[in-house]
């Protein structure tokens, strides 16, 4: 059996959640620094991948980074080629789990008791350092529910993957993608195979969540 | 050591402005929630921005709109104990005073020092535990000690007692006043509470809805607010509109009465003030027949609520309050007042 698929999606989901981790983080941290007016704008923007058809996303991933596009022949030069090419499931998976990560950080964020980082700053600790020691320390568990999530997003993005890289066996071929393709083809034994693999992925992240929250729960 | 302050600040409908200065002592300012207070020291320690004005410590712009000079709270050299201690949950007690001595860089000196500091405020004990796991107390000396550790040139306590449980205050205040007594450098403490104030502080400026009205030296604030305000602020409860009749004599039209007065009364009299507790039965100045229209006990006093003989039927009843000692077997048919504790208000 090739196992492509899954090497293949594991990369995506790993690589996407990576991107979405620091992006969603910062743009959460820096969105509840904006004046409203602003931050109900760029919340608009940034949140709308959640709830477009992931084909929609495709569709203007596609208008930007086409073979024909102006950013599309600039990554070309850089010798970076999206479309069809698995690098472009990255760009599908981070532009489709982006919102979760934005969205559970920036809930986390808000919660935050903002007399914490002023105590820091006044005692002379620099921002840097009171970010990742005491702001993301308070709120990990909302950033680790948002990361998982974003995670598993990524893992099962079919609609803007499937518009941007399409189904190249052994070069493209995701999980998700290639349930579909070898169910449109009549192998429904293949399918089932990859369905199976795809629900134990998810089992076993939600299983690693709870088990993450239960040590948490009995520490400190 | 010296703080000069001098700032505005609009938030909203809210118009803060202030002007003191803080000599090595230990300062007061005493308000009502929503008065200024905490808005006041935040922009001492930079974490908010004034429109305009200027903060200078020890000779140090920290702020100044003219220069365009505006330090964030790193460079300030500023304590700031919060209300809620704002310690670092996911810390020790420990890890938390180490956090104040992040500027020495050698490790031994660093954790020798945040021991003397543990020594010196007892808290060795709960030196493992975590903020969430630490009494009112204790959450206040470790957050205390983590100022004290990292040596700012000012110390701020924003209302330190609030988060404290009423019968704990007293003890803490004590320690507190103790512990600080060797701190050669100026303390600004923020309180709505009049009673902490006096006990703590050398000098106490009133704070009234953004405006400072008065800053005097404890003793001489409670004995002469001055303003209907700051007197009612500072806990007098009886204040009436009067006007001057003599050098040392007021006319109270409310209690249709005339006062004598210790100070020479100015002009420009608003208002009497006499606190609930001035009232004497057995004083002969300023003494009026009075009928007692109400009493309440408390545990160690008394307190009644009388009106003058003559008093204007839709004017407040008069306060009383005295100490259980001095109860009465029968309620008194006239109540005195010692001129010098009519308080002259303008």
Redesign the interface.
Known sequence: MDLYPLYNSLRIAAISCVVVFFTGIFAAYYAARLPRVLKGILDVILTLPMVLPPTVCGYFLLLIFGARRPVGMFLADLGIKLVMNWPGGVAAAVVVAFPLMYRTARGAFESFDENLAWSGQTLGLSNTWIFWHVRMRSCRQGILAGTVLAFARALGEYGATSMLIGYTPGRTATVSTTVYQLWRTNDEQGAFFWVMVNLAISAAVLLAVNLLERRRKNGT | MALEVNIEKQAGSFHLQTAFTCEKEFLGILGASGSGKSMTL?CI???EKPDCGRIVLDGRVLFDSDKKINL?????????L?Q?Y?L???MTARQNIL??L??EKDRQKREQRADAMMELLQIRDVANL?P?QLSGGQAQRV?LG??LV?E?ELLMLDEPFAALDTHLRLKLQVELKNLLSGYDRGIIMVTHDRDEAFRMCDRIGVIDEGQMLAMKETRELFADPGSRAVASITGCKNIAYARKTGKHEVFVPEWNIYLKTGKDVRDDLKAVGIRAHSFRPGEEENRFPITIVREMEEPFEWVSEFVYKEQASASAAVWWRYSKAFRLPEPPDALGVVPDEVLLLY
Do not use: E, L, S, T
């Open positions: 935040k320690a930079g974490i964030p709270p790193r460079q300030r050299r500023v304590g700031y919060f809620n704002a670092f949950p996911d956090c104040g992040h500027a975590r969430g957050a983590r100022i990292n700012p």
